[in-house]
């Protein structure tokens, strides 16, 4: 589909934009209490440029977690945002609030297409009048809504298919007849798959929009020989959409809502365009108003424009965590969850999460340490700490003990083993 005019504006437009936009976006920060804080004596009218705001400092999950810990039952949001409610500290109300693993909370506030991802829809084909089947998750996370706005204000029609219930799922494809799928590309192998034994044909289903999880070219063009176009959008729960595949598929363009800069990781310090950093984004949203958030993804920047003549930066795509933070179908996995789990059961010593197996076939196996495992230990042992991690992440988790010693002391805890094609 064709961009649209902010999508195709000069580079020179575009920073005089982010001058504009910039001041404001400190103004909000400095409004709210864990923002102030960090940015004291700053002056909004002196950030006007990439280079000034790289001299903020970068705002890290774990930093969110940590000052939402330390205000449980004050404030949800941990002093970041401008919306609550009124037993919360707030300035405006929240149209909803959504809880990520950790757990993390997230605001979001009124207004159409909040996450902006309509652009990312139109880039993968939607447009008004599709109906679409939307199998992010509406429970706890912001997946499903992010979709979900971006789709009704292009004008289209939602089918809110939610997780699991494959059977259900594809009896509403086969009655409903769905234009686009949105969700993550595994669950979607999975419904072609098992809707290719039971011999049903989805013959109006021609394009996705994908994310949530790694999107590898060999489950692209296996998606493409079953007659979908799948693309990728990148979006988090903290600031929306941040880039999006297009037609030409050489990386993703970066959002107009939003600023991008790839840093080097542990630091604020912005790297060369070509060189592997972590993700930092800007949003423009007073509501949440978290300057130079690091995703902890690790990514690069792309020479050129798109062909398309969508002139904003490029990116590469999600190319792994910067962190330990694992992403597992759709579920970011935190080594503060490990450690969860190993206070809930003392008699393990350390244990380091494993993640394994390919697209739509992730495995985790917790290896635990534990006395006593010479001797032979109930297996009643490993399914309470299984069941444990289920409490924790969401996930289901196999469990492997071992003896005292067994793991290395390097401090890893969590260990993403997948290779991405």
């Known amino acids: 589909m064709q961009p649209d005019p902010l999508e195709t504006r000069s580079a020179a437009e575009r920073e005089q934009a982010l001058a504009s936009a910039l001041p404001a976006q400190v103004r909000a920060a400095l409004a709210v209490p864990a923002m102030a804080e960090r940015l004291a004596g700053v002056v909004p009218a002196e950030i006007t440029t990439r280079a000034a705001l790289a001299r903020l400092p970068v705002t890290r999950k774990h930093e969110l977690l940590d000052?939402?810990?330390?205000?449980?039952?004050?404030?949800?949001?941990?002093?970041?945002?401008?919306?609550?409610?009124?037993?919360?500290?707030a300035l405006r109300p929240a149209r909803r609030v959504y809880q990520s693993p950790g757990p993390i909370y997230e605001p979001e506030g009124a207004g159409a297409d909040y996450w902006r991802c309509a652009r990312a829809l139109r880039a993968a084909g939607f447009s008004a009048g599709d109906l679409v089947h939307n199998s992010f998750s509406y429970h706890l996370?912001?997946?499903?809504?992010?979709?979900?706005?971006?789709?009704?204000?292009?004008?289209?029609?939602?089918?809110?298919?939610?997780v699991g219930n494959t059977e259900l799922q594809l009896q509403a494809m086969e009655h409903l007849r769905p234009d686009g799928y949105t969700g993550t590309p595994s669950f979607l192998r999975i419904l072609l798959e098992k809707a290719a034994e039971t011999g049903l044909a989805l013959p109006s289903l021609k394009k996705a929009l994908l994310s949530g999880e790694a999107f590898p070219p060999s489950l692209r063009d296996w998606l493409q020989e079953r007659g979908v176009a799948g693309y990728q959008a990148y979006a988090t729960a903290d600031v929306g959409l941040i880039a999006y595949e297009t037609s030409v598929r050489e990386g993703l363009v970066v959002d107009e809502g939003v600023l991008v800069e790839i840093v080097r990781p542990g630091t604020g310090d912005v790297l060369p365009d070509g060189e592997v950093g972590e993700v930092v984004v800007t949003a423009f949203n007073p509501d949440y108003p978290l300057l130079r958030f690091g995703t902890g993804d690790l990514s690069a920047v792309l020479p050129g424009a798109c062909a398309t003549?969508?002139?904003?930066?490029?990116?590469?795509?999600?190319?792994?965590?910067?962190?330990?933070?694992?992403?597992?179908?759709?579920?970011?996995?935190?080594?503060?969850?490990?450690?969860?789990?190993?206070?809930?059961?003392?008699?393990?010593?350390?244990?380091?999460?494993?993640?394994?197996?390919?697209?739509?076939?992730?495995?985790?196996?917790?290896?635990?340490?534990?006395?006593?495992?010479?001797?032979?230990?109930?297996?009643?042992?490993?399914?309470?700490?299984?069941?444990?991690?289920?409490?924790?992440?969401?996930?289901?988790?196999?469990?492997?003990?071992?003896?005292?010693?067994?793991?290395?002391?390097?401090?890893?805890?969590?260990?993403?083993?997948?290779?991405?094609?």
């Open 67 to 89: 000052l939402q810990n330390a205000q449980r039952g004050a404030d949800a949001f941990g002093g970041f945002s401008a919306l609550g409610w009124t037993t919360q500290r």
């Open 141 to 162: 996370t912001p997946g499903a809504w992010i979709m979900e706005g971006g789709a009704h204000a292009l004008g289209c029609t939602v089918f809110p298919g939610g």
């Open 309 to 421: 003549g969508r002139s904003n930066t490029r990116i590469k795509g999600w190319m792994g965590r910067a962190d330990q933070t694992a992403k597992v179908r759709g579920m970011f996995v935190h080594p503060s969850q490990v450690a969860e789990v190993l206070r809930r059961h003392p008699e393990l010593r350390r244990a380091r999460l494993v993640v394994e197996g390919e697209m739509a076939n992730d495995r985790m196996t917790l290896q635990a340490e534990a006395a006593g495992v010479a001797e032979g230990l109930p297996a009643a042992m490993a399914d309470a700490v299984a069941g444990s991690v289920r409490d924790v992440t969401k996930l289901r988790c196999d469990v492997q003990l071992l003896p005292p010693g067994s793991l290395p002391n390097d401090g890893k805890v969590i260990e993403d083993r997948r290779k991405y094609e």
